[in-house]
């Protein structure tokens, strides 16, 4: 059945399910142009209202998945991947592919920029200095079998429907909805040939999915269509009641994963989902008989300098510096202003509203609010204290990095309003929250 784009928009603005023809001839459109931005802003926030069914959901993910190349990989060895839902401070993608790599597996990983509140591997990966962040796919594949891993976005190849309706969504407040987040992680996955998918569902304060069950609602629909489609696949929930690493803001973010995959800086709960989604993935693609193994080879990699030297492989082979690993400071932009945020009383921190400091780096001028907008790499929020952590005059709440005075102060009173400082001692939620499969 072809429909006319705005009869599918009224359709499913109405309530009614789509066939799985008529999405593919509007996700056809989209891509040749013949539907205009404003018609994809309208179906996002009919699908955000009115939602869709797991038919629906499997039609609209093939036919992202199908609006450009689709990769088959001929490599001695697994081809696996992980995707986070995204959240704050999580930069777990630039440490866990090379580590994934150095134990055998085969890492082709697209990534998206920043969506919503949320930080961007993309983005993270353009602050480093003539580093490709999208090749084409010849380039892609040689990396990839070359290193064993390749952290890119989208080429205009891959999925090229998904990109343009994720630029919309960031911008439409329609990024929450769970149709359109399963459809368009797997789109992309699907189009990489992958031979199995981790997937980082996140819940907290700082997700898309704020509840728990929610998050599990997600990560039960990927899983569902995923491996209805022929991916392997299986997801764990994660925490992101905080942020996930002490540091939010693109090129903040690349010097922390340098830091972590050279021991110079390694904190327990960042390194505990790293390990875990690593562990999954290693034994999805049957390098590791179980979790417990994998995680002590993933160890492994880390102590021997193994991860540290294929991620720097990857970055040169890339286009990027070739000492970045070991003078990161030389190539990644530095913001001239740097401000301790002090909190107006002492004590505990007892919470933090997550999404609010992912908020103030936009703010700074570290992501966007329309797809046209630039980013300043050198912005961003340093020394986050976590929940439970001592905050005082001499223990601030965090460091901002900014392009002014001005910006730092909005930063400062946005970061002081995000933290709920008491004299309690606080119980921390465990960073692994559950499992899907």
Same mark, same amino acid.
């Given at each position: ?27 056809? /459109? ?7 931005? /404003?018609?994809?802003? @309208? ?7 009115? +939602? ?35 959240? *704050? ?7 866990? @592919? ?18 919503? #509140?949320? +930080? ?49 969504? !960031?911008?439409?407040?329609? $990024? ?16 990489? /040939?992958?031979? /199995? ?27 569902? $269509? ?20 002490? $540091? ?47 995680? @002590? ?5 880390? @102590? ?22 070991? #003078? ?30 992912? *908020? ?18 050198? *912005? ?13 005059? !001499? ?20 970061? $002081? ?21």
């Amino acid at each position: 059945m072809t429909l006319l784009p705005q009869e599918l928009i009224r359709l499913k603005r109405d309530g009614h399910a789509l066939p799985p023809e008529a999405i593919e001839a509007f996700i056809l /459109g989209l891509t040749e142009g013949r539907v205009t931005e /404003g018609q994809a802003a @309208a179906f996002a926030m009919a699908v955000f209202f009115r +939602g869709l069914s797991l038919p629906e959901r499997v039609a609209l993910t093939r036919a992202m998945m199908r609006s450009g190349t689709v990769l088959d990989w001929d490599l001695p060895g697994p081809v696996v991947d992980k995707h986070s839902t995204g959240g *704050v401070g999580d930069t777990v993608s630039l440490p866990l @592919a090379p580590m994934v790599a150095a134990c055998g597996g085969f890492v082709p990983m697209i990534a998206g920029r920043g969506l919503g #509140h949320t +930080g961007g591997t993309l983005d993270k990966l353009d602050s480093i200095p003539g580093y490709v962040s999208q090749p084409d796919v010849e380039l892609f594949r040689r990396v990839t079998r070359a290193v064993g891993c390749a952290v890119i976005g989208q080429t205009p190849d891959l999925a090229p429907a998904d990109r343009r309706l994720y630029a919309i969504r !960031d911008v439409t407040g329609t $990024v929450e909805s769970l149709d359109l987040i399963t459809a368009s992680i797997l789109a992309k996955k699907l189009a990489a /040939g992958l031979q /199995g998918l981790v997937m980082d569902v996140k819940a907290g304060s700082g997700a898309f999915m704020a509840r728990t069950d929610e998050a599990y609602g997600l990560a039960e629909s990927l899983v569902t $269509v995923a491996n209805g489609a022929g991916m392997p696949t299986r997801a764990l929930l994660t925490d992101m009641d905080q942020p996930l690493a002490s $540091v939010a803001g693109n090129a903040a973010e690349v010097t922390y994963a340098i830091d972590y995959l050279t021991g110079r800086r390694r904190e327990p709960r960042f390194h505990a989902v790293t390990l875990a989604l690593g562990a999954e993935m290693l034994v999805l693609g049957g390098l590791s008989p179980d979790t417990t193994e994998a995680a @002590a080879r993933l160890e492994k990699t880390l @102590a021997s300098g193994r991860a540290a030297e294929t991620f720097s492989r990857m970055v040169a082979a890339l286009g990027g510096p070739t000492d970045l690993v070991a #003078h990161p400071e030389r190539h990644l932009a530095a913001a001239p202003v740097t401000r301790p945020v002090v909190p107006p009383q002492g004590g505990r921190v007892a919470a933090i509203a997550t999404r609010a400091i992912g *908020v103030a780096v936009i703010g700074l001028g570290g992501g966007r609010t329309r797809p046209e907008d630039s980013i300043d790499h050198a *912005v961003g929020i340093t020394d986050l204290a976590p929940v439970g952590a001592e905050v005082g005059p !001499d223990r601030p709440l965090a460091v901002v990095h900014a392009r002014s005075e001005a910006a730092a102060a909005r930063a400062e009173a946005e970061i $002081v309003a995000a933290y709920q400082v008491g004299s309690e001692v606080v119980a921390e939620r465990k960073v692994i929250l559950g499992r899907v499969e």
